[in-house]
């Protein structure tokens, strides 16, 4: 709808998905509108994609955008979906410093979509997902345990505790990552729902050569799906 990610608007686009609702209506079926899942107009991603701050406004725009031109048929709204994943796929598992910028802009885009999509009703019930999986130690050592914590605060509470507590978790510290208060206040919108996705769990070892965690993941001896294998391949190397 938004080619460039702003600006213009594809009327055909949006002409479709008008029509892709009206269809699920009158079929019985609740529409369902998740803003993001991966899909950044290339335009965007030129400027620098979720590493540019600019995007949060863009991103801002875009919710108000869908919330008046749906809104009138659409009640339930998804902000993003596993804002994990963006993170690592957007700027890559290499580099540290780039995730945690990208990771913190989807949180104040995030934000400030809900913000708007206020302001265009109070109706709507909004919320977002995040995948949270389960983070156990490979043995009952005290060393294992911290770095099972530790995987579970960069993983998961990365994302919930800013949104629910208005802080980031204790290993924010360590990084040595001291955002505006503004910025968590911002993060931290009431919502209606948290969706929750859960694939698999990890097995973690403390490894004191991670910088972040002092932890790793551990592949499992036993038969795994697809999709668990990828996963231990595409965790970020640097945490």
């Given at each position: 709808?938004?080619?460039?990610?702003?600006?213009?608007?594809?009327?055909t686009g949006?002409n479709?998905y008008?029509?892709?609702?009206?269809?699920l209506l009158?079929s019985g079926?609740?529409?369902?509108?998740?803003?993001?899942?991966y899909?950044?107009?290339?335009?965007?991603?030129?400027?620098?994609?979720?590493?540019?701050?600019?995007i949060i406004q863009?991103?801002?725009?875009?919710?108000?955008?869908?919330?008046?031109e749906l809104?009138?048929k659409v009640?339930?709204w998804?902000i993003?979906?596993?804002?994990?994943?963006?993170?690592?796929?957007?700027?890559g598992?290499?580099?540290?410093?780039?995730?945690?910028?990208?990771?913190?802009?989807?949180?104040l885009?995030q934000?400030?979509a809900?913000?708007?999509?206020r302001?265009?009703?109070q109706?709507?019930?909004?919320?977002?997902?995040?995948?949270?999986?389960?983070?156990?130690?490979?043995?009952?050592?005290?060393?294992?345990r911290k770095a099972?914590d530790n995987?579970d605060?960069?993983?998961?509470?990365?994302?919930?505790?800013?949104?629910?507590?208005?802080?980031?978790?204790?290993?924010?510290?360590?990084i040595?990552?001291?955002?505006?208060?503004?910025?968590?206040?911002?993060?931290?919108?009431p919502l209606d729902?948290?969706?929750?996705?859960?694939?698999?769990?990890?097995l973690?070892?403390?490894d004191?050569?991670?910088?972040?965690t002092?932890?790793?993941?551990?592949k499992k001896?036993?038969?795994?799906t697809?999709?668990?294998?990828?996963s231990i391949?595409?965790g970020?190397?640097?945490?």
């Open positions: 709808m938004l080619p460039k990610g702003k600006g213009v608007v594809n009327k949006l479709f008008k029509s892709l609702i009206d269809e009158r079926i609740d529409p369902w509108v998740c803003l993001y899942h899909d950044l107009p290339q335009a965007l991603q030129d400027e620098g994609g979720w590493a540019n701050q600019n863009y991103f801002a725009d875009y919710a108000e955008l869908m919330g008046r809104g009138d009640r339930r998804v993003l979906n596993e804002p994990r994943f963006c993170a690592l796929t957007a700027p598992a290499e580099n540290l410093e780039l995730y945690l910028k990208v990771s913190h802009n989807l949180q885009a934000g400030k809900v913000q708007v999509l302001d265009v009703s109706n709507f019930q909004i919320g977002t997902i995040v995948d949270l999986d389960a983070v156990h130690p490979i043995s009952d050592a005290e060393k294992d099972a995987l605060e960069f993983y998961h509470r990365w994302y919930i505790d800013p949104l629910f507590k208005g802080a980031y978790p204790p290993l924010a510290r360590k040595g990552l001291k955002p505006d208060q503004q910025d968590l206040d911002l993060i931290k919108q729902f948290l969706g929750v996705n859960c694939y698999m769990r990890f973690a070892t403390h004191p050569s991670n910088p972040v002092e932890a790793r993941r551990v001896r036993t038969p795994t697809e999709m668990a294998g990828k391949r595409t970020c190397t640097k945490c």
